[in-house]
């Protein structure tokens, strides 16, 4: 079956720009998760939704962050007035439920000039 | 949450086995110790988990110290493909258990 898909694969945007990255988690799962990565470093925790209510926003930076998963499975971030050090690889990964095997996406890479 | 503590990078030749050490001093007895790896430019992929006692499967095995202070990965015969950053995590059952904390991870070279 299809795994978790995340898109665009590639984003570049300009400081101070509006963002918004996808993430189609797999089908009948409850949890969704993400997640982001710089560079030599391993994927650091954002936001936890169980169904639509997200459940742990507690690794959300600031408030220029947020995300969304309206109808219980796709999810969207969204980054309002980037910054250069958002720069990073934003994981996807989604469970069957809460506290189970994650599946990541392949992520989208986010650069911001 | 409890801290993990790994090398930060092994090598290994091909078929044979590698063992990833991962110590965790400071588990609470509710955490769950779980692998995950991340090949080049993907997202990671879950390896194994376990509790207290040695788990196996397809991938790979996972021997859990008696008083589970600390843990080793199994691979019993490596290949290219197995080339990758290894995380060991440890996530409990209440409170922020629905995340995973990474940490840096062992990177582990492949080689023929």
């Known amino acids: 079956g299809a795994g978790v898909s995340q898109t665009p694969s590639n984003k570049v945007t300009e400081k101070g720009k509006y963002v918004e990255l996808r993430c189609d988690p797999i089908s009948g799962h409850t949890a969704l998760y993400w997640y982001r990565q710089s560079l030599g470093q391993g994927p650091e925790f954002l936001i936890y939704?169980?169904?639509?209510?997200?459940?742990?926003d507690s690794g959300l930076p600031n408030d220029r962050f947020f995300a969304v998963r309206p109808e219980g499975s796709v999810s969207t971030l969204k980054i309002q007035r980037t910054e250069r050090g958002d720069s990073a690889v934003y994981l996807c990964?989604?469970?069957?439920?809460?506290?189970?095997?994650?599946?990541f996406g392949p992520g989208t890479r986010l650069t911001v000039l | 949450d409890a801290k993990t503590t790994q090398p930060n990078s092994m090598e290994s030749n091909e078929e044979e086995p590698v063992h990833l050490p991962c110590n965790h001093s400071t588990i609470s007895g509710t955490d769950y110790i779980h692998w995950y790896r991340q090949l080049p430019s993907q997202g990671p992929e879950y390896v194994i988990h376990?509790?207290?006692s040695n788990v196996n499967n397809r991938m790979a095995s996972l021997a859990i110290a008696e008083d589970r202070k600390s843990s080793t990965l199994i691979l019993h015969r490596a290949t290219l493909r197995d080339a990758a950053v290894y995380y060991c995590i440890l996530r409990g059952l209440t409170g922020g258990g629905n995340k995973l904390t990474f940490g840096t991870g062992t990177q582990l070279k492949v080689e023929l």
């Open positions: 939704f169980q169904g639509t209510g997200a459940a742990d």
């Open positions: 376990g509790l207290t």
């Open positions: 990964a989604s469970s069957r439920y809460g506290g189970g095997e994650q599946f």
